[in-house]
Structure formats: structure tokens, C-alpha cells
């Protein structure tokens, strides 16, 4: 069965340094990647998506993320965090039009 | 344009009680979703409507059934509540199953089995 592995549960960082969120996937076929995020008390909205092309994508809010077939693996970065970027973030893999999700990655960003 | 609207926004159930999750969107999508959100677990997908008149088992179905009743509108229904699914239910929409489309989720209902 597919699976999706956030390797990070959770990371601390401060205002201005760098992030990336790992993202790794078990589907070996053609998929599409998405990573959404969940600000307190909000429901998921979408932050960026691959579908082909370009591994590079850019998405809001300056968060861009890279899609490596060879590693299965499609990383969020942001160069530098703030205060607002505080939230829950999924990666999540759809394949047969359903989406299987990560278990999230809680970034809490200190002022 | 209010997208995807669930209700309600919180509920407290007994064990063995019974309930339905309302979930409707407006902008004309053929498929629908219901997730369930657990501590460290991400969304796990309970069921899906491909479209209207259709409705697909999820990855954790059991405990659960659902009725798309017509194209807007995915409900979830629990027929005898268990503490387990104590949750964040997330509903979802998006244009077609297939292909690399957006789903655009609602904002939840936090529901509590006693």
C-alpha cells in the first residue's frame, strides 16, 4: 500500500532561519504531490502542488518545494520563516484520485 | 462563494449514540470526501463520492456509512458511537477523482465520544 512519511513531528525554529520539511513517498508510478497547511483553528488550505514538469514549484506565501523521483521524495523549503508560518503541514501523494496524507508536521516558529 | 461548509463545529456524544455529519460546497464539484484527522496520524480518508449516486469505501471505514444526496451535499453518519472515533472530521470536495485536481476542505467538525 502507498504510504507518505514526514520524517519531522515537530520543529522549533526562529523567526528569520531557514526551513525544510521532509517528505517521502512509497508509490513507485506516476503521482501527484501536494503539501497543505493548517494554521490554528483553520481547516487545510492548499500551499503547493507537482503534477509534472518542473520539479521545482513555487507555491504561496514564498514556500517552494522540490520533487525528486529518484529519492520519492518531495521537500518543502521556505529561506526564511515567520512568526504566521506557525501551523500544521502535510505532504500528501494522490494516486486514483485519492490522497494519502503524512502524520503532519507541527512548526512553531518563536518570535 | 462559501466553498465547503460542515456542521456542526463541535459535538459530545455518549457511547452508542447516533449522528449525522453534515457536509455541502458550492462550487459544483463531482467529488467528495470525508476525513478523519488523529493526533500524529494525519487525515485518513473514511469514504468517498466520485460522483453523485456513487459512494467507495476509504481507508478506515468501519463504524461509519454515508449518503451522497445529491451533488452539493456528502453526509456521514454514526450509528452507534464508540469512544474511538473521537476526532477532527474533515470534509472535502474537489472537481473530479481524478488527475492532479485540488480538494478544498471545510472547516471541520470536532466531535467527542464519551
Known sequence: AQS??????HVILSEAASLELGCNYSYGGTVNLFWYVQYPGQHLQLLLKYFSGDPLVKGIKGFEAEFIKSKFSFNLRKPSVQWSDT?????????TGKLIFGQGTTLQVKP | NA?????????VLKTGQ????????DMNHNSMYWYRQDPGMGLRLIYYSASEGTTDKGEV????????????????????AAPSQTSVYFCASSERLAGGLEQFFGPGTRLTVL
Not at chain 2, 3 to 9: A, C
Not at chain 2, 18 to 25: I, V
Not at chain 2, 61 to 80: C, D, I, M
Open chain 2, 18 to 25: 447516533s449522528m449525522t455529519l453534515q457536509c455541502a460546497q
Open chain 1, 87 to 95: 501551523a500544521e503541514y502535510f505532504c500528501a501523494v494522490k494516486n
Open chain 2, 61 to 80: 471505514p468501519n463504524g461509519y456509512n454515508v449518503s451522497r444526496l445529491n451533488k452539493r451535499e456528502f453526509s456521514l453518519r454514526l450509528e452507534s
Open chain 1, 4 to 9: 507518505v512519511s514526514q520524517h519531522n513531528h
Open chain 2, 3 to 11: 466553498g465547503v461548509t460542515q456542521t456542526p463545529k463541535f459535538q
